[in-house]
């Protein structure tokens, strides 16, 4: 087929679009050493440098929803204790790497969805490659029809509203519609702070030694469900 100038020129325009996307991936590999929940892991690299990973793209029910364990558990036995490589672009404000997580070529976030072990989080989908999103929206889509896992319920609270205390069950359009205002962190939240590290596995007092190389503010309440306290300072628990 014999291209145009014209189509040429939009073909190298559409290329150098994507260049800078491309560009922005990042990748790291490691073993698997710990399993928070359905959704975060910590992942040990060549170096023995541990890094707390954030599953991209979904929300798995938290640790006391109904599933939570389940979650965790069919996460466990997907990436405990295997290499995996992660890609990814940037941390969350709990320093935290979000990323999709593969085990082998197996795209273990899309497994979540595919077991109705986890939501398609919408609030950040445009984060995501499209075929990631579109992937990812089928998957969640065919385990609600079929009633796999956590929607074998009728009307499963999503964890975003979970966190934030309430019980109202709500849709995903209704879920996209509040996006902003996704994880607030209360007042009450904001006088019990605590603080991890960009690696480490527990949370600790503002006065803590181990905070001489990063220190990264987080609420109690997520510090609780996703970290250790420290054994040193004794942070509130």
Known sequence: MKLTRTTTLHLAVLLLLCLPALAQTKVLSGKVVAVA???????LDALRQQHRIRFQGI??????????AKAKQHLSDLVF???VTVEYEKSDRY????GKVLVGQQDVNREMLRAGLAWHY??????????DRETYSFEEARARKLKTGLWSQASPTPP????RGGSRRNSPADATRRSESRETVTTADRTEAVYVT???AKYHRGSCRHLSRSKIPISLSEAKR????????????
């Open 59 to 68: 929300d798995a029910p938290e640790s006391g929803q109904d599933f939570g």
């Open 198 to 200: 960009r690696t480490g």
């Open 95 to 98: 320093g935290r790497t979000l």
């Open 37 to 43: 929940d359905g959704d975060t892991i910590t992942v």
């Open 81 to 83: 204790g295997k290499e």
């Open 160 to 163: 975003w509203d979970f966190r």
């Open 226 to 237: 996703t970290y250790g306290a420290c054994k040193v300072c004794h942070p509130p628990q």
């Open 122 to 131: 919408k609030f950040y989908e445009r984060e995501q490659t499209p075929q």
